[in-house]
């Protein structure tokens, strides 16, 4: 699980950003304990603020380190594709990431600073015991290994000064770095596609859009969970069902989801073409639509069923940009629920989100919500609410109503001055 994360000086971050997943008020069943943090753990969180203020960025800034430790070996032979803080105060400063977590138990910390030309400074940590060690740090081309940990020492000849010691190591299976690595390339970004034109660096085109950025969940990601049972009972022997197979499990898992949508879809059917069809009930039919013929929101939320269910089995994370933007309030309502309920979520798998819309407000934690702000020289601020104001921030107060009269900041500033002098309405 995510413990926190932090960025420095990329895009519109300039000074360190953190979002933190461990949770304020810890009496709560959403709140996982984790015995050898001593905290308990929040499955979700949400990032509110105005539109431009940076909400999307911190996301990016984590999606931009998963893919960076998958990737650097690969695409960074012409330049590191980072992007820093555009106006005065980024030029010349490297761009930082830091990103704790717990896996199996144990903390691990990972810290990397670079800049277009170059990775400066890298170290992975972990915590047996409570106790800080380092599994490697890497300042510049030098690199130092934990003593025991021989297997990793083919790192320091494929080192490069634009290639990551992570996105090295993890090819040598070393347990200490395969489950951190495991843990952070299982992260999931969804929602709306970050613009690809502004990225710095002398980078193809071509690599930045193969290694910065992913597509947006497709069909194809839900389709698996009904596909496979297709081919098991296709391929079974005569006479032998497959009802209490490992896919038909998969598949009531996935219709349970898509039925709880209350879309009037009662079954999916894939035919011989390979072509899925949506089954709609009515009071006295059942009738088959193919996909394309739903209506946006319906093929939203059959896109998520895919990464939502993988998210849930295997306990990873979950970046969701812009929730209401695709999805109708009372399915966002839904998804969080489900992420909230240890019964649906019993691996800790974590959802982060961003959003305007404040009804959500209304089934999140004072520990659960964030917020950004731009400061007078176009920087990013983020912010705990539950920080915003201390104990005033009780844990019974109506959040959508405390936000939407500005209690917490985070709201556009209008000024609809300039309009009406423009339109000739004022002097």
């Known amino acids: 699980m995510l413990i926190r994360f932090e960025a420095a000086n990329f895009r519109s971050i300039l000074d360190p950003v953190e979002l933190s997943m461990v949770a304020v008020d810890r009496d709560r069943v959403e709140a996982r304990p984790v015995p050898?943090?001593?905290?308990?753990?929040?499955?979700?969180?949400?990032?509110?603020?105005?539109?431009?203020?940076?909400?999307?960025?911190?996301?990016?800034?984590?999606?931009?380190?998963?893919?960076?430790?998958?990737?650097?070996?690969?695409?960074?032979?012409?330049?590191?594709?980072?992007?820093?803080?555009?106006?005065?105060?980024?030029?010349?400063?490297?761009?930082?990431?830091?990103?704790?977590?717990?896996?199996?138990?144990?903390?691990?910390?990972?810290?990397?600073?670079?800049?277009?030309?170059a990775v400066h400074y890298e170290g992975l940590f972990h915590y047996p015991?409570?106790?800080?060690?380092?599994?490697?740090?890497?300042e510049g081309g030098s690199l130092t290994l934990q003593r025991g940990l021989g297997s990793l020492s083919g790192t320091r000849e494929l080192l490069t000064d634009r290639s990551l010691a992570l996105s090295i190591a993890r090819r040598f299976d070393e347990p200490l770095v395969s489950g951190f690595v495991n843990g952070l390339l299982g992260i999931q970004p969804l929602g709306q596609s970050p613009d690809h034109?502004?990225?710095?660096?002398?980078?193809?085109?071509?690599?930045?859009?193969?290694?910065?950025?992913r597509a947006p969940p497709t069909a194809s990601s839900t389709l698996r969970w009904f596909e496979q049972y297709v081919e098991a009972e296709q391929s079974a022997s005569p006479g032998i069902g497959h009802s209490d197979g490992p896919f038909e499990a998969e598949r009531a898992q996935a219709l349970a989801l898509l039925r709880m949508a209350d879309l009037g879809i009662d079954d999916v059917v894939i035919d011989e073409q390979k072509r899925l069809r949506l089954v709609h009930r009515t009071a006295g039919e059942r009738v088959p639509f193919d996909l394309a013929a739903e209506s946006e929101g319906t093929r939203t939320w059959?896109?998520?069923?895919?990464?939502?269910?993988?998210?849930?089995?295997?306990?990873?994370?979950?970046?969701?940009d812009e929730l209401d933007a695709s999805l109708h309030p009372t399915l966002s309502m839904q998804l969080i629920r489900l992420f909230h309920d240890p019964a649906t979520n019993p691996n800790g798998?974590?959802?982060?989100?961003?959003?305007?819309?404040?009804?959500?407000?209304?089934?999140?934690?004072?520990?659960?919500?964030?917020?950004?702000e731009k400061t007078a020289d176009g920087a990013t601020r983020l912010g705990a609410l539950a920080e915003f104001a201390g104990e005033r921030v009780r844990r019974s107060q109506n959040l959508e109503k405390a936000y939407l009269h500005g209690r917490f900041g985070a709201l556009p500033d209008i000024d609809r001055t300039e309009m009406l002098r423009a339109l000739g309405l004022i002097g």
Do not use: C, M
């Open 36 to 117: 050898n943090l001593g905290e308990s753990l929040l499955p979700v969180a949400a990032i509110y603020g105005p539109n431009a203020s940076g909400k999307s960025n911190v996301l990016t800034a984590l999606t931009w380190l998963r893919n960076a430790v998958e990737d650097s070996l690969r695409f960074w032979d012409d330049g590191i594709p980072v992007e820093p803080f555009a106006f005065t105060g980024g030029r010349g400063r490297p761009s930082e990431f830091t990103v704790e977590s717990v896996v199996a138990g144990v903390r691990f910390e990972y810290v990397v600073e670079l800049d277009e030309s």
């Open 129 to 138: 015991e409570k106790k800080r060690r380092r599994v490697f740090e890497r």
């Open 197 to 213: 034109h502004r990225v710095a660096g002398p980078v193809s085109q071509a690599r930045i859009l193969a290694s910065f950025f």
């Open 302 to 320: 059959f896109r998520l069923i895919g990464p939502v269910l993988a998210a849930l089995r295997a306990g990873s994370l979950l970046l969701f």
């Open 349 to 372: 798998a974590q959802l982060v989100f961003t959003s305007h819309d404040t009804s959500l407000l209304n089934h999140l934690n004072r520990d659960e919500v964030w917020l950004t």
